[in-house]
């Protein structure tokens, strides 16, 4: 299969099942196969998705999936059943997978991406910690607070002067 080919076959898998809206023209004379290539990555790092014929690990792609959908929503309230709802998988099968390919429970890793953020925050802002706490998606500046002095070893304040 051509590259040009197969960078048509995915924008119309897109269309077909994610209900997307992709439309543009590629003029076959002026696009190399490194282009379609290229394009071909883009879509599928930005948007999360394998191509039907790609026959990539299906709990890879299960786990891609998890993780664009957290990344999408992780300043929200994120909970496993929303997760679920969204992938149209189990709870159970969802929280296995996970942990099996990541080493991290989905806790784990949606606390640890909003940490990432709450750092960024603290380094490059004048938010107050209980801003920045709401601002990452935790509910609670104190939990906040105790989780980032667990996992940073450093209170929110501390890391503020150090590396403001």
């Given at each position: 299969m051509s590259d040009l080919s197969e960078l048509k076959d995915y924008i119309d898998m897109l269309k077909k099942e994610h209900n997307l809206s992709v439309s543009f023209s590629i003029d076959e004379g002026n696009i190399s196969s490194e282009k379609a290539k290229a394009l071909i990555t883009l879509l599928r790092n930005s948007l999360g998705l394998n191509i039907a014929g790609g026959k990539e690990n299906e709990s890879g792609d299960l786990i891609d999936r998890v993780k664009n959908y957290i990344n999408i929503n992780r300043n929200s309230t994120i909970t496993s059943e929303h997760i679920c709802k969204h992938i149209g998988c189990s709870r159970s099968l969802i929280s296995h997978q996970f942990k099996d390919k990541t080493g991290m429970s989905l806790r784990e890793y949606i606390t640890s991406l909003r940490l990432e953020d709450a750092k960024v925050l603290l380094a490059n802002s004048d938010l107050s910690v209980t801003e920045v706490a709401f601002a990452v998606?935790?509910?609670?500046?104190n939990y906040f607070a105790n989780v980032f002095k667990r996992d940073i070893g450093?209170?929110?304040g501390e890391y503020r002067k150090k590396n403001k």
């Open positions: 998606g935790f509910s609670s500046s450093m209170s929110p």
